[in-house]
């Protein structure tokens, strides 16, 4: 063999060798990246794969959950006062029927506002209750009675369409005085005496001592009655008029005409 073909030899077998070691060399780095690509996707294959119950479990995970239903919880919270309730559960369904239940309470809140013209239905029935009697509203008669002797009979007959209440006693004013006569407290009812429409309430008055005992009497034949309310009713009495002194009383309102002629 010539030396010429031996140096050929020797540098294709060289050449041949750094080829090969060039392409270690080359194997090696591709092997580092290869690597290192597969380290890095991985997380994201698993997170990819986990299931969106156990990410809702956890604290941390649920917040991915939240980011996936983000638009359902989103709509269900400013539709309803019970977001709050919608984001716990972690489920768009769910935020969906909360929002429904927030607006049958406010549908609720209106058939309150129904009930206030309940009330004022109510306020139409206190208006039919008793009030007080006024001069307008009753008639009141003056009769002498032969017993008790002295006494007057006060008749007040409900001439209105509705019942009334009588004032305590009537402040009987004869005459010019001064005064009303003073009440016997012995006759007090246990409430106030109501007179329905055609009805009548009744009241005696003692006009003078029986004995002669009392002073300063005189004749009149004027009566007037006044009312709470500031009407004042004119009472017609016997022909002649009536003897009064100071043994004048009258009696509260009764309703019955045996009770008032008791005094």
């Given at each position: 063999m010539s030396a010429r073909t031996t140096r050929t030899r020797l540098f294709a077998a060289t050449t041949v060798a750094l080829a090969?070691?060039?392409?270690?060399?080359?194997?090696?780095?591709?092997?580092?990246?290869?690597?290192?690509?597969?380290?890095?996707?991985?997380?994201?294959?698993?997170?990819?794969?986990?299931?969106?119950?156990?990410?809702?479990?956890?604290?941390?995970?649920?917040?991915?959950?939240?980011?996936?239903?983000?638009?359902?919880?989103?709509?269900?919270?400013?539709?309803?006062?019970?977001?709050?309730?919608?984001?716990?559960?972690?489920?768009?369904?769910?935020?969906?029927?909360?929002?429904?239940?927030?607006?049958?309470?406010?549908?609720?809140?209106?058939?309150?506002?129904?009930?206030?013209?309940?009330?004022?239905g109510s306020g139409d029935e206190d208006s039919d209750l008793p009030g007080k009697c006024s001069a307008a509203d009753v008639e009141i008669t003056a009769t002498?009675?032969?017993?008790?002797?002295?006494?007057?009979?006060?008749?007040?007959?409900?001439?209105?369409?509705?019942t009334c209440m009588l004032p305590q006693y009537p402040a009987a004013r004869f005459g010019e005085a001064q005064s009303v006569p003073p009440v016997a407290e012995s006759t007090k009812p246990q409430s106030l005496t109501g007179v329905q429409p055609?009805?009548?309430?009744?009241?005696?008055?003692?006009?003078?001592?029986?004995?002669?005992?009392?002073?300063?009497?005189?004749?009149?034949?004027?009566l007037t009655i006044p009312f709470e309310d500031g009407s004042i009713a004119t009472v017609a009495l016997p022909t002649g008029g009536v003897y009064v002194d100071t043994a004048l009383t009258v009696t509260y309102w009764q309703a019955d005409m045996d009770a008032a002629l008791s005094h």
């Open positions: 090969a070691l060039a392409l270690a060399a080359c194997e090696g780095d591709g092997s580092d990246t290869g690597a290192s690509s597969p380290s890095s996707a991985a997380p994201a294959g698993q997170q990819s794969e986990r299931p969106a119950g156990k990410e809702s479990a956890g604290g941390t995970e649920a917040d991915g959950t939240k980011e996936t239903n983000g638009s359902a919880g989103s709509a269900a919270s400013s539709g309803s006062s019970g977001s709050t309730g919608a984001s716990d559960s972690g489920s768009g369904g769910t935020s969906a029927s909360s929002g429904a239940s927030g607006s049958s309470g406010t549908s609720g809140s209106s058939g309150t506002s129904g009930s206030s013209g309940t009330s004022g002498e009675v032969p017993r008790p002797l002295n006494h007057l009979l006060l008749t007040a007959t409900n001439t209105g369409s509705k055609g009805e009548a309430g009744y009241a005696g008055v003692l006009l003078s001592a029986g004995d002669g005992s009392g002073e300063n009497g005189y004749r009149t034949d004027t």
